[in-house]
């Protein structure tokens, strides 16, 4: 389902970004967003995320902030990873295997740098991920790549 969302969004992407960005914002600034989890790795992986894909995907070139058309800001509030989803075994309860859930928080602002103004705000924002026993990096990888698409569907939507 992700995948299909992603191509969707992504072909979608491709026909709004000529005609749906104000005429002035050629370029992006995207800043690592602050980081207030004890997750060190989370503001990395997001920025990476972020940066390839909004301007990618909005056909947008990269910029120092002060040069930016556009500047991509926000916060990491809350990192719980650690939060059962399900369980199974078999009959004679040999093998046991766990999926996990994963929640992420962050709030996120972006801001035409030439008026000031805000293109798009979202605060609260919650992002799920799964995985197995094991592997919450998988689990990581699929709450941000979540938030990511919701930022650029919902800037988009508002521009």
């Known amino acids: 389902m992700l995948a299909a969302a992603s191509l969707l969004l992504t072909g979608c992407l491709y026909h709004f970004a000529g005609g749906g960005l104000p005429p002035h914002i050629k370029t992006v600034a995207v800043l690592p967003f602050d980081n207030e989890t004890p997750q060190p790795t989370l503001q990395r ?3 990476d995320l ?6 990618n995907r909005l056909g947008l070139r990269e910029a120092s902030e002060g040069k930016a058309g556009a500047v991509v800001r926000g916060k990491i509030l809350r990192y719980d990873p650690d939060i059962p989803a399900a369980y199974s075994a078999d009959r004679n309860a040999q093998a046991t295997t766990t999926e996990r859930k994963l929640q992420i928080t962050i709030d996120v602002d972006i801001v035409d740098q030439t008026t000031g103004r805000t293109l798009w705000t979202r605060h609260g924002m919650l992002e799920e991920g799964t995985y197995a026993e094991r592997s919450e990096a998988d689990g990581r990888h699929q709450a941000l790549t979540k938030a990511v698409n919701d930022i650029i569907a919902g800037a988009q939507s508002q521009w």
Do not use: A, I, S
């Not at 972020?50 to 301007?55: A, C, H, I, T, Y």
């Open 45 to 47: 992986e997001l920025y």
């Open 50 to 55: 972020m940066r390839r894909d909004v301007e």
